[in-house]
Structure formats: structure tokens, C-alpha cells
């Protein structure tokens, strides 16, 4: 399995953008698709975006399509998540994970095996 860690969370205004970083361990990075989620208070755990091993393909979820953008570096071992035009309601504890699946299976998070500690991000209205 692959070991990750979140960063870049934090506060931000509504309106405002912050970037979320997800560094993983192991020479194998390049061999998963990797997924954000989310979790707000008293809610489930929900699916935000995926990229495909490669890059080349990208899933969102309707709730962020057009203001996350979530991209890869398999040469730092790093996923990535922008997130611009942000709103209260993107309040939560982000995830990243891997997975070795692909495809629209990659927005149930029952395919993925490996997951990190979480970070918080908080949206001021």
C-alpha cells in the first residue's frame, strides 16, 4: 500500500482559493489513480475528484466541477487539488486516497485502498 499525507489546508473567505498538496510514499505512485473526498460535520463521507494514473483523465463531483481542478505530478509523488470560487458549504475534512481502479468506479470510495489523516478546510462566509 501506499502511505499519503495531506497539507494546505486551512481557512479561507468565501470567494477565496487555497490549494491542497497529497504526498505519497513508495516508488509506485504512478501505478494508482488517486481521488479527494470530503467530510462535513455530521455529514458522510463524499466523493470531490479523481485523476487517472496518467493524468489524462479527470472526475468531479457536479458540487465543484468548474471550481476544483485536481491534477497530478507522478514525478514528485503529488496530488493535487485547486480550489477556487470557494463556498461555506466546502467546509470539511478533505482526503485524498488511492486506488486501483478506474474510470467513473473511481468516484465510490469503496475502491480505493489506501487513505491519509485528513485536512481541515474551513470557508468563512
Known amino acids: 500500500q501506499v502511505q499519503l499525507v495531506e497539507s494546505g489546508g486551512g481557512l479561507v473567505q468565501a470567494g477565496g482559493s487555497l490549494r491542497l498538496s497529497c504526498a505519497a510514499s513508495?516508488?509506485?505512485?504512478?501505478?494508482?489513480?488517486m481521488g479527494w473526498f470530503r467530510q462535513a460535520p455530521g455529514k458522510e463521507r463524499e466523493f470531490v475528484a479523481a485523476?487517472?494514473?496518467?493524468?489524462?483523465?479527470?472526475y468531479y463531483a457536479d458540487s465543484v466541477k468548474g471550481r476544483f481542478t485536481i491534477s497530478r505530478d507522478n514525478a514528485k509523488n503529488t496530488v493535487y487539488q485547486h480550489m477556487h470560487s470557494m463556498k461555506p458549504e466546502d467546509t470539511a475534512v478533505y482526503y485524498c486516497?488511492?486506488?486501483?481502479?478506474?474510470?467513473?468506479?473511481?468516484?465510490?470510495?469503496?475502491?480505493?485502498?489506501?487513505w491519509g489523516q485528513g485536512t481541515q478546510v474551513t470557508v468563512s462566509s
Open positions: 513508495g516508488r509506485t505512485f504512478s501505478s494508482y489513480a
Open positions: 486516497a488511492a486506488s486501483e481502479v478506474s474510470s467513473w468506479l473511481l468516484r465510490s470510495q469503496e475502491y480505493y485502498r489506501s
Open positions: 485523476i487517472s494514473r496518467s493524468g489524462s483523465s479527470t
